[in-house]
């Protein structure tokens, strides 16, 4: 009920092509979806975040698109850079129902974007 | 946006000996904070939750005696390794809540303990 699944596990990709990620979820109580960034021997920093009021959100090159019935959220990185190479996570918690934003992380997807 | 520091970055230390881990907010308050422990190329598992003048609130299967928390300001937490294994060696995250911000968490760089 609390897992988050996040694939794929790692994934290469072309200097300026776009990097998909994807997340699916299975507890509906969850309602604020953050993805994060980590770099090696670094803590993850936040890229950006939803709320299954929304079914895009763009900043910058970074999208999230969610489907709230499917329970399934993407983050795509368009324009990807190999400055982007990097750790990436999906996360879900349950923010305005008492969670306390206690977040359930997805596995992790190692993107390396080649030149 | 906000930081959160951790301080030792980096730890090594004997078998058996205790080491402190300390996470403070530098521009916020932080009624909540939360450690986090990371093994290479997986994800992070929380170990507890950490809540301003109270006890701390452990996950399953993490041992409340082994890793003491101790939340005794609004931006100061820290997390004790008691008589550490080699076991133990891991990538330590605390992230803490701002207070005035609803919903987002920030995190800190991390501490690496190797325990010998």
């Known amino acids: 009920q609390q897992q988050v699944k996040q694939s794929p596990q790692s994934l290469i990709v072309q200097k300026g092509g776009i990097s998909i990620i994807n997340c699916a979820y299975e507890?509906?109580?969850?309602?604020?979806f953050p993805w994060y960034q980590q770099f090696p021997g670094k803590g993850p920093a936040l890229l950006i975040a939803?709320?299954?009021?929304?079914s895009e959100k763009k900043e910058g090159r970074f999208t999230i698109s969610f489907n709230k019935s499917a329970k399934q959220f993407s983050l795509h990185i368009m324009d990807s850079q190999p400055g982007d190479s990097a750790t990436y996570f999906c996360?879900?918690?349950?923010?305005?129902?008492?969670?306390?934003?206690?977040?359930?992380f997805g596995t992790g997807t190692q993107l390396k974007v080649e030149l | 946006g906000a930081v959160v520091s951790q301080h030792p970055s980096r730890v090594i230390c004997k078998s058996g000996t205790s080491v402190k881990i300390e996470c403070r907010s530098l521009?916020?308050?932080?009624?909540?904070m939360f450690w986090y422990r990371q093994f290479p190329k997986q994800s992070l598992m929380l170990m507890a939750t950490?809540?301003?003048?109270?006890?701390?609130?452990?996950e399953q299967g993490v041992e409340k005696d082994k890793f003491l928390i101790n939340h005794a300001s609004l931006t100061l937490s820290t997390l004790t390794v008691t008589s550490a294994h080699p076991e133990d060696s891991s990538f330590y995250i605390c992230?803490?809540?701002?207070?005035?911000?609803?919903?987002?968490?920030?995190f800190g760089e991390g501490s690496r303990l190797t325990v010998l």
């Open positions: 992230s803490a809540r701002d207070h005035a911000v609803t919903g987002e968490l920030f």
């Open positions: 507890n509906t109580a969850f309602d604020y």
């Open positions: 939803i709320r299954p009021d929304v």
């Open positions: 996360a879900a918690s349950m923010l305005l129902t008492g969670g306390g934003n206690k977040l359930t």
């Open positions: 521009d916020f308050q932080a009624t909540t």
């Open positions: 950490s809540n301003e003048g109270s006890k701390a609130t452990y």
